[in-house]
């Protein structure tokens, strides 16, 4: 048990070692390209724009910011987070490779060996993503001209939701109380307080959905 603790402890320190500064590294340089363009055509725009647009994405996806890193941490893990949010695609493609890893593997959440099985399978959607993003970056465009019209509609408008649904599928199995629950609050919110804002809808789904499961551990402990 004590030298399980040693490893998971070196494990997260060094994964904060590597992982924070390369995100903030990244961070960083994606204003390379922003300050160019400024510099180069002398087109600095004011403080007041700059933050009403940050104000304006502030307000639609700034829930996110608390929401994402809380409730994808227990299938991503401490190194899985990093590589996540460096590499994107993190609910459609990230979240469900490493849940089916943990599944496919019987590890549990907070382990080292849940961290070692949902950083490699995380690893190896990052290397699939590159292959065919830059595939389809070179005949995507050809292939989609040749599809019939239903069957591009359906990648368009169905994909995401197929993925997060399947990933849905796979916790329900194995979790079904917390599931429906999961799945009543959002729609019944939604149906009763037609004026409740996207992102104040979103943290009471996720955190009460957290709480749910929480309350849900503690009584069956209790028995």
């Known amino acids: ?5 040693d490893n998971m402890a070196e494990w997260k320190r060094k994964s904060i070692f590597i992982g924070a500064p390369t995100n903030l590294l990244a ?19 004011d403080w007041e724009i700059v933050l009403t647009a940050w104000g304006m994405t502030a307000a639609s996806f700034g829930a996110f910011y ?13 190194s899985g987070t ?4 460096l590499s994107g695609n993190i609910g459609n493609m990230r979240v469900p490779v490493a849940a089916l890893a943990l599944d496919s593997t019987n590890s549990q959440p907070g382990t080292l ?11 190896g959607s990052i290397i699939t993503n590159l292959f065919f993003t830059t595939l389809a ?12 019209k239903f069957i591009v509609d359906a990648l368009t408008k169905y994909a995401a939701a197929a993925i ?15 599931a429906v629950f999961a799945l009543l609050v959002p729609l019944g919110i939604h149906m009763y307080f037609t004026t409740i804002p996207a992102w104040l809808l979103i943290i009471i789904s996720v955190f009460g959905s957290m709480a749910f499961a929480r309350l849900m551990y503690v009584m069956q402990n209790k028995k």
Request: net charge negative; proline share 6%; with cysteine.
């Open 27 to 45: 961070a960083a340089t994606a204003f390379i390209p922003v300050l160019w363009l400024c510099s180069t055509y002398n087109c600095w725009p």
């Open 66 to 78: 608390i929401v994402e890193p809380i409730s994808y941490y227990a299938a991503l893990g401490m």
């Open 164 to 178: 997060f649904g399947g990933t849905f599928g796979n916790f329900a199995l194995h979790y079904p109380v917390v």
């Open 1 to 5: 048990m004590g030298n399980n603790f």
């Open 137 to 148: 970056a070179v005949v995507g465009t050809a292939v989609v001209a040749i599809l019939p």
């Open 113 to 123: 060996q849940a961290e070692i099985a949902s950083t490699m399978a995380i690893c």
């Open 82 to 85: 990093y590589l996540s949010f």
